[in-house]
Nanobody, 126 residues
Framework: QVQLVESGGGLVQAGGSLRLSCAAS????????MGWFRQAPGKEREFVSA????????NYADSVKGRFTISRDNAKNTVYVQMNSLKPEDTAVYYC???????????????????WGQGTQVTVSS
């Protein structure tokens, strides 16, 4: 089992920045691809960004590309997403997720992730 705990959410004005963290514990190793997803009220959970186990490959949803940056520190078992130029439409609960993979693989599909955090609220005011 892997436990994931997100932090760093909050209220920010449009144009501002936040950095979310996701700390992993339990049966952790470097063999997990990690993803960030978000869910706004009344909407389905959507992909934000993902990173492979070594931190060498990443991808982003078109809606956040150029504004968000995902990274990881395997020594700390932590994944981050730096969110800049935030917009009101970025308001959502943000979740991190882990997918076991011994390959340099990542996925934008939430169904491929076995472990999820409890989420952290991000609210962007206009």
């Amino acid at each position: 089992q892997v436990q994931l705990v997100e932090s760093g959410g909050g209220l920010v004005q449009a144009g501002g920045s936040l950095r979310l963290s996701c700390a992993a514990s339990g049966r952790t190793s470097n063999n997990y691809a990690m993803g960030w997803f978000r869910q706004a009220p009344g909407k389905e959970r959507e992909f934000v960004s993902a990173i492979n186990r070594r931190g060498t490959l990443s991808n982003y949803a078109d809606s956040v590309k150029g504004r968000f940056t995902i990274s990881r520190d395997n020594a700390k078992n932590t994944v981050y997403v730096q969110m800049n130029s935030l917009k009101p439409e970025d308001t959502a609960v943000y979740y991190c997720a882990a997918r076991y993979s011994v390959f340099d693989y990542y996925s934008a599909s939430p169904g491929e992730y076995a472990y999820w955090g409890q989420g952290t609220q991000v609210t962007v005011s206009s």
